[in-house]
């Protein structure tokens, strides 16, 4: 099956300066796409969000930027701060009709784990 | 605060017993729900997803007749891991949709972590 990959599994960013976490999508049939956070031992935590319409959106410290000419994802953090070191997961979403039911399957890259150095 | 609650949010048990884990929608109603199951170090594996009074849809791989998925109500899933093995132990999330709510993030729970001895 189709599936969502990383171009890199660690990064590690110095205090205040800005992280980049990039991601690869297959799934052409995808038409929207979610970061997510996830500390050790909790859920993912919905960071921020893109519909295929668009190729650039901003939240607060965080960018999500899509090309989906080379379908790629990107999560931009600026001024990091230790509260950002966690695991970074992209997401796609794609709609199914399963059983009459328009579901929509999230699936979910294989994560970046994010460290700030203080 | 939190929109989606999982119980318990871990567990111990025996191999060969059964372990029931509730995710419960706390404010809207969840027509839709998702089990994903993730080891360590490892991303989330969508196992099934269930609509509110119908039976669940399983992901390629996963056992039906040994994860019981039940979602009765709009409010509550239960997946029930039965005759668990030591090779069911993860950590297991639920999350939710709303009515209508396509193209918004899912909500997810905080996990369980089970453990079988």
């Known amino acids: 099956g189709e599936s969502v990959g990383l171009h890199l599994p660690t990064l590690s960013v110095q205090e205040g300066d800005n992280s980049i976490i990039n991601c690869a999508y297959s799934?052409?049939?995808?038409?929207?796409f979610i970061w997510y956070k996830q500390e050790s031992g909790k859920g993912p935590q919905f960071i921020i969000d893109i519909r295929s319409n668009m190729d650039k959106r901003q939240g607060q410290r965080v960018t999500v930027l899509l090309n989906k000419t080379v379908k790629h994802l990107s999560l931009q953090i600026a001024a990091t701060q230790p509260g950002d070191s966690a695991v970074y997961f992209c997401a796609e979403n794609m709609r199914e009709v399963i059983s009459n039911f328009g579901n929509e399957k999230l699936t979910f890259g294989t994560g970046t784990r994010l460290t700030i150095i203080p | 605060g939190a929109v989606v609650s999982q119980h318990p949010s871990w567990v111990i048990c025996k191999s060969g017993t059964s372990v029931k884990i509730e995710c419960r929608s706390l404010d809207f109603q969840a027509t839709t729900m998702f089990w994903y199951r993730q080891f360590p170090k490892q991303s989330l594996m969508l196992m099934a997803t269930s609509n509110e009074g119908s039976k669940a849809t399983y992901e390629q791989g996963v056992e039906k007749d040994k994860f019981l998925i039940n979602h009765a109500s709009l409010t509550l899933s239960t997946l029930t891991v039965t005759s668990a093995h030591p090779e069911d132990s993860s950590f297991y999330i639920c999350?939710?949709?709303?009515?209508?709510?396509?193209?918004?993030?899912?909500?997810f729970g905080n996990g369980t972590r089970l453990t079988v001895t």
């Open positions: 999350s939710v949709r709303g009515r209508g709510s396509y193209n918004s993030p899912l909500h």
């Open positions: 799934n052409s049939a995808s038409d929207y």
